[in-house]
Structures are given as structure tokens and as C-alpha cells.
Nanobody
């Protein structure tokens, strides 16, 4: 059974850090482009970051560049999103998604085949 499970969300103060994990079962993440998306209440789902399967290249939304880092651990079949210098506007439900494609993209969430259930990130003092 193909499954993605996110974890690592929580409540953090502005300026704090969190590391989200996206663990896969039933398939190898190494063969998939993996994207992180987020959705805040009343807003559209937006792309945050992604990592390609072909060459490991990464992409970041302008709003998170320099603060977030995506990485992949093939042995653990897990992709991480390290989030530093968090801001209140980062508050959202974060989802990871997988697409059987060589290169990842965050311009749209459509096209990704598998999705996790999401993990809540709240940045507040």
C-alpha cells in the first residue's frame, strides 16, 4: 500500500525551528519527485519546496528561500523539510506529495500522485 506520512509539526515561537518528515511506505521515494506544500485557512494550497529524483536538484518558494531546506535520506525512505527563522505567516497545514517524474515543481500541486495527511505548523508567540 502506497502511503506518505508527515510528522514534526507543532507550535513554535517566531524565529524558532521545526523539522518536518515525510516517510514513505510501499514505494521508493528515490524514484519520485517530492514536493512540500502548505495551506493556510481560507487560502490556496501553495508550493513550498521540492526535490527532484533525477539529480537531487531543489526548488524553493521565494517566501522561504534561505530559511527552509529540503533533503532526502534514501536509506530511511524519508524526505525532510528543515524550517528555520519561522514567521507567523508560515502557519499552515504542511503536506508532502510524490510524483513519478524526474524533475520536481511547486508551481502547481496538481500532478502529484500521492499525498500525505498533513501536519499542522503554528508559529505564534
Amino acid at each position: 500500500q502506497v502511503q506518505l506520512v508527515e510528522s514534526g509539526g507543532g507550535l513554535v515561537q517566531p524565529g524558532g525551528s521545526l523539522r518536518l518528515s515525510c516517510a514513505a511506505s510501499g514505494f521508493s521515494l528515490n524514484s519520485y519527485a517530492i514536493g512540500w506544500f502548505r495551506q493556510a485557512p481560507g487560502k490556496e494550497r501553495e508550493g513550498v519546496s521540492c526535490i527532484s529524483s533525477s539529480d537531487g536538484s531543489t526548488t524553493y518558494a521565494d517566501s522561504v528561500k534561505g530559511r527552509f531546506t529540503i533533503s532526502r535520506d534514501g536509506a530511511k525512505n524519508t524526505v525532510y523539510l528543515q524550517m528555520n527563522s519561522l514567521k507567523p505567516e508560515d502557519t499552515a497545514v504542511y503536506y508532502c506529495a510524490a510524483d513519478l517524474a524526474p524533475f520536481c515543481y511547486i508551481s502547481t500541486w496538481r500532478g502529484y500522485d500521492y499525498w500525505g495527511q498533513g501536519t499542522q505548523v503554528t508559529v505564534s508567540s
